[in-house]
Nanobody
Framework: QVELLESGGGLVQPGDSLRLSCVAS????????IAWFRQAPGKEREFVAA???????YYADSVKGRFTISRDNAKNTVVLQMNSLKPEDTAVYYC????????????????WGQGTQVTVSS
């Protein structure tokens, strides 16, 4: 049984940082592309960042230069480091796994996590 477990969300102020983790069980992260998506209230789910099984990284324009995605295959973990957070980053953040290379978020997703809430507010 595959499970993607996100953690690290919380309430922070604008300009702060957060580190989200996605731990995968039941699959090997070195065989899948792992991505982060987010969904704000009343909005559609949107692509944030992805890392391919080869280690190539892709980002949404809205987070380039502020967010960094990385993977530790030995720990079956993917981390999203979020710096310089803005109120518009407020959303539920979801981890996703795909056998396809995720570059824009329009690729098919095989597995989803349950999500972790990130709130950026003063």
């Amino acid at each position: 049984q595959v499970e993607l477990l996100e953690s690290g969300g919380g309430l922070v102020q604008p300009g702060d940082s957060l580190r989200l983790s996605c731990v995968a069980s039941g699959l090997s992260t070195h065989s899948y592309a792992i991505a982060w998506f987010r969904q704000a209230p009343g909005k559609e789910r949107e692509f944030v960042a992805a890392v391919s099984w080869r280690g190539f990284r892709y980002y949404a324009d809205s987070v380039k230069g502020r967010f960094t995605i990385s993977r530790d295959n030995a720990k079956n973990t993917v981390v999203l480091q979020m710096n310089s957070l803005k109120p518009e980053d407020t959303a539920v953040y979801y981890c996703a796994a795909s056998r396809a290379t995720i570059t824009s978020g329009r690729e098919p997703i095989d597995y989803w996590g349950q999500g972790t809430q990130v709130t950026v507010s003063s």
